[in-house]
């Protein structure tokens, strides 16, 4: 089975600092990920995703995430944090042996500071 | 062009009462995913539609729950007799093909279900 750990609930940080959360997930093979951001009253929007290739992947929001195979994670940066940016971000696994579902981590919530 | 929508935006029930969730997908999209999101949780699957059959229902936490995509687009979450427990924002999301969870899933805004 697949699972996602997002080991921080909350993280503030100044605007204008850098950003990073931390995503490990839980499986066997080479895993489909992604980031999604839920912003209140909004759905989940899909900031970025890696399926292969480059372990680097760039997404929008000027926000990247690297893949890192011998630590199961993929760890969402941002270089700098802009106040809107404040918002729940999910780390999310997928892979063809589970069907069309995906698996979520609980979520970080992240506030900013002025 | 137009998102997932989902209505109603906000339900509050009464425990043993029945309640219908309503999702439209993106126009032409043929998968259709409905997750359950708990207060401070992730959001779990619940079942996956491909055209009007629903190809993963394994989510489904017990037989009070059922879904329903008749024509292949709209899609209608039912519960049974709630319990204060379905509490939750339900969540549908669509994607354009099945191609395994490598399609993106577009999400909509939830419907947020109180059962007092």
């Known amino acids: 089975a697949q699972s996602v750990t997002q080991p921080d609930i909350h993280i503030t940080v100044s605007e204008g600092a850098s950003l990073e959360l931390r995503c490990n997930y839980s499986?066997?093979?080479?895993?489909?990920l992604f980031w999604y951001v839920q912003s209140p009253g909004q759905g989940l929007q899909l900031l970025l995703k890696?399926?292969?290739?480059?372990?680097l992947v760039q997404g929008i929001k000027g926000f990247e995430a690297e893949f890192k195979r011998s630590q199961s994670s993929f760890n969402l940066r941002k270089p700098s944090v802009h106040w809107s940016d404040a918002a729940e971000y999910f780390c999310?696994?997928?892979?063809?042996?589970?069907?069309?579902?995906?698996?979520f981590g609980g979520g970080t919530r992240l506030m900013v500071k002025p | 062009g137009a998102g997932v929508s989902q209505t109603p935006s906000n339900k509050v029930t009464e425990k043993g009462k029945y309640v219908e969730l309503r999702c439209d997908p993106i126009s032409g999209h043929t998968a259709l995913y409905w997750y359950r999101q708990s207060l401070g949780q992730g959001p779990e699957f619940l079942i996956y539609f491909q055209g009007t059959g629903a190809a993963d229902d394994s989510g489904l936490p017990n037989d009070r729950f059922f879904a329903v995509r008749p024509e292949g687009s709209v899609s209608t979450l039912k519960i049974q007799r709630t319990e204060r427990g379905d509490s939750a924002v339900y969540l549908c999301?669509?994607?354009?093909?099945?191609?395994?969870?490598?399609?993106?899933?577009?999400f909509g805004p939830g419907t947020r279900l109180l059962v007092l």
């Open positions: 890696y399926f292969s290739g480059d372990t």
């Open positions: 999301a669509s994607s354009l093909t099945s191609g395994g969870s490598r399609e993106t899933q577009y």
């Open positions: 499986y066997g093979a080479t895993p489909y």
């Open positions: 999310a696994v997928g892979n063809n042996n589970a069907g069309n579902m995906l698996t």
